[in-house]
């Protein structure tokens, strides 16, 4: 069983920055896949990044390449993402989630973190 919190939400301005933090608790919580979903008002959650257990690999959504970056700490409990350029489309709940490596089903969730760009 793992236990994810996101932290690090709030307002920001077009074209500015903000750094969200994701620490997985639990006794294999340094194994597992993470990721980042986002779900705007009125749309489907829809994914935004992910990163593999080990750190070494990441997938990220078209529309935030080249603008967003994950990553994990150390000793992979944590997970981050840094959101750079931010426009007011990217406005939403934030979510991560992991998984075990093994599978492809986002297993264990937490509860959201607001992000809202806006001037």
């Known amino acids: 069983q793992v236990h994810v919190v996101e932290s690090g939400g709030g307002l920001v301005q077009p074209g500015g920055s903000l750094r969200l933090s994701c620490a997985a608790s639990g006794r294999t919580a340094s194994k597992y896949d993470m990721a980042w979903f986002r779900q705007a008002p009125g749309k489907m959650r829809e994914f935004v990044a992910a990163?593999?257990?080990?750190?070494?690999?990441?997938n990220y959504a078209d529309s935030v390449k080249g603008r967003f970056t994950i990553s994990k700490d150390s000793d992979k409990t944590t997970a981050y993402l840094q959101m750079n350029s931010l426009k007011p489309d990217d406005t939403a709940v934030y979510y991560c989630?992991?998984?075990?490596?093994?599978?492809?089903?986002?297993?264990?969730w937490g509860q959201g973190t607001q992000v809202t760009v806006s001037s």
């Open positions: 989630a992991a998984r075990d490596p093994s599978s492809s089903t986002w297993e264990y």
């Open positions: 990163i593999r257990y080990s750190g070494s690999g990441t």
